[in-house]
């Protein structure tokens, strides 16, 4: 049995992941120096030093795995979002070690040997921390390490949070029974009867005679005078609390908690991008892959560059304004595939199937999305991001915004080059409906492991798009 003992695993998970980052040390240190060079040490820092480094990332990464929530309780939380917090604990521990580096004035570290450092620590830490959760699930699944749940309400919202209980025995969550001042008799409708065991003055009573993790507050609204009873009665015995709101089923997304002063607001949509360490890993992302985009795609720029002006007359690039993050305006640049036009023409219509208004080369690299190419200057602005929704004309958006449930909500996270909606094919021509229901997704659940699958589908998937007139 594991109940009791969360600090101790907390510890243990603090003393695995110390060792392995040991492990990665040294395999990175053999890999680099003997495997990918055979011709001695003698030009290099001696072991001594590059462990001293080792110990710097070490504590950073503890340290910062303690800020990003990787130690916190993993029973209800998914892989992927445990995967998103090791690689964001893992580079930001990157970063402060680069910081050290430059404050000491250390340059003479081999840059292959902590890139070799980095993806060992990333790539053990997911391997052993997924045995350890499917172990754990295995063992949930089959009545081991089980936590026992109290619920008060044997309505409709206690019916629902049972049912999603009996989906998920992988959580190792068992439901004692209810507590429920009209009901006497309850029955799901699975094979599995949970039974009443009293009323809710009977709380205490139960929380004595039985062994009960969790209480689970899924009552209406008019029992919310007897809150602040339960709650105190729950934290006299030691037992943790949970509400499930009575209005859970109008909120738009998945709400959270966040403090005003001394008071608790409920925000009605979760944004993991709100979070500053969040925005400085995606930022930090953006200015090294644009970069590196730049550089390597330079050749074809100037390709492309050269295409327009030798079969158009007119500039090169073509600037247009959008709508960004909190709904700021900027110029987003793209190459000139049109004939010169009025601003305002360009601002208030769509492009049409064999738009007189296209070049020849226009066609092509509208198709090939090579026009899209110089928004990577955007991204080194801060206007964009490489991954997001993408930005709209305000002439649209304000047409959108009155027809399109939600449609604004894009604009709480910057918009991008690619986005999810984009390699999932909605591109050009396509529904806005489910392109803002995929950019609300997104939205919610970014990770940055979650920007890098989506630049991978988009390379993947190709630039050619069918709907681009």
Not at 57 to 85: H, N, Q
Request: aromatic residues 14%; contains cysteine; proline residues 4%.
């Amino acid at each position: 049995m594991i109940r009791g003992k969360e600090r101790f695993i907390t510890q243990l998970y603090m003393g695995v992941d110390f060792i392995f980052i040991q492990v990665s040390f040294f395999i990175a240190w053999f890999t680099r120096f003997y495997l990918f060079d055979g011709e001695g040490l003698g030009a290099y820092l001696p072991l001594s030093t590059y462990f001293l480094w080792n110990i710097v990332y070490s504590t950073s990464y503890i340290g910062v795995s303690f800020i990003t929530g990787l130690y916190a309780p993993k029973r209800k939380m998914k892989f992927a979002r445990e995967i998103a917090k090791i690689c964001q604990s893992n580079l930001f521990s990157m970063f402060i070690l680069l910081s050290v580096l430059f404050i000491v004035k250390t340059v003479d570290i081999s840059r292959l040997f902590l890139v070799i450092y980095l993806a060992l620590n990333i790539m053990i830490a997911i391997i052993y921390r997924f045995m350890v959760k499917q172990s754990l699930r295995n063992l949930r699944s089959k009545g081991f390490n089980r936590q026992f749940v109290l619920i008060l309400g044997a309505g409709s919202i206690g019916n629902r949070y049972m049912q999603n209980l009996l989906q998920h025995p992988e959580y190792g969550l068992k439901v004692l029974g209810f507590l429920d001042d009209i009901r006497s008799e309850y029955s799901t409708n699975s094979n599995i009867q949970v039974p009443i065991l009293g009323k809710l003055v009977d709380l205490n009573r139960v929380l004595t005679e039985r062994v009960v993790d969790e209480v689970v507050v899924a009552l209406p609204l008019t029992a919310f005078p007897k809150y602040q009873q339960i709650i105190s009665v729950c934290e006299k015995a030691g037992v943790r609390v949970s509400i499930v709101p009575d209005f859970y089923d109008i909120l738009p997304a998945n709400p959270h908690f966040e403090r005003f002063g001394d008071l608790p607001i409920i925000n009605v949509r979760d944004v993991p991008l709100d979070e500053f360490v969040n925005r400085i890993l995606k930022r930090a992302f953006d200015i090294i892959f644009s970069l590196f985009a730049i550089i390597l795609i330079s050749p074809i720029l100037l390709f492309v560059a050269i295409g327009v002006k030798l079969t158009s007359s007119g500039p090169v690039l073509f600037k247009q304004e959008r709508v960004g993050l909190n709904r700021r305006k900027f110029y987003m640049y793209k190459f000139r595939s049109m004939k010169h036009m009025p601003e305002i023409t360009s601002n208030t219509q769509w492009t049409i199937e064999n738009d007189p208004r296209r070049t020849r080369f226009g066609s092509f690299i509208r198709k090939t999305s090579l026009d899209e190419l110089p928004q990577f200057f955007n991204v080194l602005k801060g206007d964009m991001s490489v991954v997001g929704p993408r930005p709209e004309r305000p002439y649209f958006v304000e047409q959108f915004k009155e027809e399109v449930p939600k449609y604004m909500v894009k604009h709480q996270v910057s918009p991008g080059i690619t986005g999810w909606a984009q390699v999932c094919g909605l591109r050009g021509d396509t529904s806005i409906r489910n392109r803002i229901d995929h950019d609300i997704y997104y939205i919610e659940n970014w990770t940055l492991l979650f920007d890098v699958k989506i630049i991978f589908k988009t390379v993947v998937n190709g630039f050619v798009n069918k709907n681009a007139y």
